[in-house]
């Protein structure tokens, strides 16, 4: 899956990209949230293919799971020390 989502700092400056093409996947996944569907997205570009998006898709999704939140205005407490 991963095999199709290329980083190069010549291409797009280094953007997680569809297979080395000037194909972001930020692109890709900003179409799918705005309600673009996989039929429209391969007819607007002819050289992806399904399995692009869904690793456009699953590279988000994977990205999303490592990054840890929190959530804006909440306090959190040092163990160690007790402060704020």
């Given at each position: 899956?991963?095999d199709?989502?290329?980083f190069?700092?010549?291409i797009?400056?280094?953007r997680?990209?569809?297979r080395?093409m000037?194909?972001?996947?930020?692109?890709?996944?900003?179409?799918?949230a705005?309600?673009?569907s996989?039929e429209?997205?391969?007819?607007?570009?002819?050289?992806?293919?399904?399995e692009?998006?869904?690793?456009?898709?699953?590279?988000?999704?994977?990205?999303?799971c490592?990054?840890?939140?929190?959530?804006i205005?909440?306090?959190?407490?040092d163990?160690?020390s007790?402060?704020i």
């Amino acid at each position: 899956m991963f095999d199709r989502i290329t980083f190069d700092v010549k291409i797009m400056g280094g953007r997680a990209c569809i297979r080395g093409m000037r194909i972001p996947v930020s692109l890709i996944v900003g179409q799918m949230a705005h309600g673009a569907s996989f039929e429209e997205i391969l007819e607007g570009y002819p050289d992806l293919e399904r399995e692009d998006i869904q690793a456009a898709l699953e590279t988000v999704e994977d990205t999303r799971c490592r990054v840890r939140h929190f959530p804006i205005g909440v306090e959190t407490r040092d163990e160690r020390s007790g402060e704020i």
